[in-house]
């Protein structure tokens, strides 16, 4: 929805309506023609392209009156209701990338590396992701809102982090390419429930899912992505003298045969049992709705049990960047007391206060925050303080609530297995207590209570 104030213009409605204070940024990528005038180190030409950036914005500012930000990492450019982020791809990235010996190694939300050459890669790769898709989304004008509602349902059962979106896009394109035994999916609500039933019941154990949306592999070609994998999954199991599991969910593309871009970090083997076990009672749940055998409302496929989780960590919605996108209230079972009570800051509200949309568009203006989310800076604090010891589930689009399981390799669960193998006195309630404190202390102003559902079992 168009953001009121990312306009050049003022817009007189927008003093009768609550007016978010954050805006999402879109990603645009320019790709410039080669030059020898360009610097050679990496540090070099992010400065130049930065200066690129800032210059294009000026000009787009002098010529149409376009408003811009501008950052030391970022240029945002703010027209007709929206934020677009830009980036540029310059050719000698790809030799850079070459050079480094980075190809096909990146996690999940690596947008946020500070390494350059890392984000020169994910755009390298980002590009090359989205050429391949335009034209399937020209072909056939469902796949677009089949991936949403895919993104929405991964989202919604808390996989944001282990699973991109990219990866989505190519689960839900394989559909498309390869519906055999069927015609490629006529509604939304067919390709949303093939979806599920190939994320539930494709062998990903024994067979890799080939993503070829242009017809751009041979016969031989994918004769040899299938070796490749037969002989990762043999290194798995020890066969080979290594310990390489390689990709829990194998996705090969043309660009891509050993599933390394978007499949290679995450999901890992526990996520994509879970997330197996989702789809399948999802597809389901869905194939009865669709049939009428269930009463039940659609919004249910998109409702996750909170009792799957260890742990729950509730939020402040008033200190949600986006609280309107929340489907259900956090229905925490009665009985389950919190283990910490904190207060909300007084810093941050999601809406712009009367007070300062009073004072005029340009004042309003000012305090919009472009490409902020409060729970994506804490997510990434607790996996830098707190590694190892959970298992984080979230959901990207929002939600007043976040999941935790155990890690079982996190420390001090291995220290008290050990401690009661030698019959030692073990203060474990005293330790999980703590360290779910500590999680609402690193999200002090954010963090509302913080529940313990199941207490770690030590082996």
């Known amino acids: 929805m168009p ?36 610097p050679i180190g990496e540090i070099a030409i992010e400065k130049t392209k930065s200066a690129f950036c800032l210059k294009i914005a000026e000009s787009m500012q002098k010529r149409w009156g376009i408003l811009y930000v501008a950052a030391e990492d970022a240029v945002d450019l703010q027209m007709a209701g929206f934020a677009f982020r830009l980036r540029i791809l310059y050719e000698k990235d790809k030799s850079l990338i070459k050079k480094q010996g ?27 992701h989205s050429s391949m898709l335009n034209g399937l989304q020209g072909l056939h004008p469902v796949y677009g809102p089949t991936v949403r509602l895919a993104k929405r349902w ?103 045969w050993e599933s390394e871009s978007w499949t290679s970090f995450s999901p890992d083997n526990l996520s994509l049992k879970r997330l197996i076990a989702y789809a399948r009672s999802s597809a389901e749940l869905l194939t009865r709705l669709v049939g009428g055998e ?23 919605r008033d200190k949600l960047a986006y609280p309107s ?59 830098t303080d707190m590694p190892k010891v959970f298992n984080i589930w979230h959901d990207a689009f929002g939600s007043e609530v976040i999941g935790l399981t155990w890690n079982k390799e996190a420390p001090f669960l291995k220290d008290a297995a050990q401690k009661r193998k030698r019959k030692e006195p073990d203060p474990t309630n005293f330790d999980v207590r703590n360290i779910l404190e500590e999680v609402a202390n690193v999200g002090t102003g954010l963090v509302k209570t913080v529940h313990l559902l199941k207490s770690p079992k030590y082996n």
Not at 210 to 239: C, H, P, W, Y
Not at 295 to 310: A, V
Not at 354 to 364: C, D, M
């Open 294 to 316: 269930v009463l039940e409302g659609w919004k249910s496929l998109f409702r996750t049990p909170l009792q799957c989780y260890d742990a729950l960590i509730l939020l402040h």
């Open 3 to 38: 953001h009121p104030l990312a306009t050049d213009k003022e817009k007189r409605q927008y003093s009768d309506i609550l007016v978010p204070t954050c805006i999402q940024t879109l990603e645009v990528m320019i790709q410039l023609e080669g030059s020898g005038k360009w």
């Open 325 to 383: 996108q929340i489907l259900f209230n956090a229905d925490i079972k009665q009985g389950s007391l919190p283990v910490t009570t904190q207060e909300a800051s007084m810093d941050f509200f999601p809406y712009l206060s009367p007070l300062v949309i009073r004072k005029g568009f340009q004042e309003a203006r000012n305090h919009l925050l472009v490409g902020f989310d409060p729970v994506k800076y804490f997510l990434h604090d607790l996996k």
């Open 154 to 256: 991964i989202c919604s059962h808390m996989f944001s982090g282990s699973l991109a979106d990219e990866a989505v896009e190519l689960l839900v394109a394989h559909l498309f390419v390869r519906p055999f035994p069927f015609s490629a999916p006529c509604s939304r609500v067919t390709g949303f429930l093939r979806f599920l039933r190939l994320v539930a019941y494709h062998d990903w154990a024994l067979s890799p899912l080939v993503v070829d949306v242009n017809g751009d592999l041979t016969m031989k070609e994918e004769g040899q992505i299938m070796a490749q994998f037969i002989a990762r999954r043999k290194d798995s199991r020890g066969e080979s003298g290594a310990n390489n599991t390689g990709p829990a969910m194998y996705i090969a593309t043309p660009y891509d």
């Open 102 to 128: 980075l190809f096909g190694v990146l996690p999940v939300g690596n947008l946020q590396n500070t390494n350059c050459v890392l984000l020169e890669k994910d755009l390298l790769l980002r590009s090359q």
